[in-house]
């Protein structure tokens, strides 16, 4: 698919930590049969993972 299929995207705060208190940044992009996340690695760079939605 297209980044043109693309439903929705945005950022994306995610509660992480052993007592759940920082805050993540996660970049999500909706498409109709997957869900993409990106984060950035520890040398800057975007990774991205990618979700099938059935």
């Known amino acids: ?5 693309c439903i929705m995207e945005g950022d994306v ?3 992480v930590g052993p007592f759940f208190q920082t805050w993540q940044r996660k970049f999500l992009r909706l498409f109709p049969n ?3 996340l ?3 690695s520890r040398d800057g760079l975007a990774v991205k993972k990618g ?3 059935s």
């Open 13 to 15: 705060l995610k509660l």
């Open 38 to 40: 990106y984060s950035k």
């Open 51 to 53: 979700v099938e939605v």
């Open 34 to 36: 997957r869900l993409e």
């Open 1 to 5: 698919m297209a980044d043109s299929d």
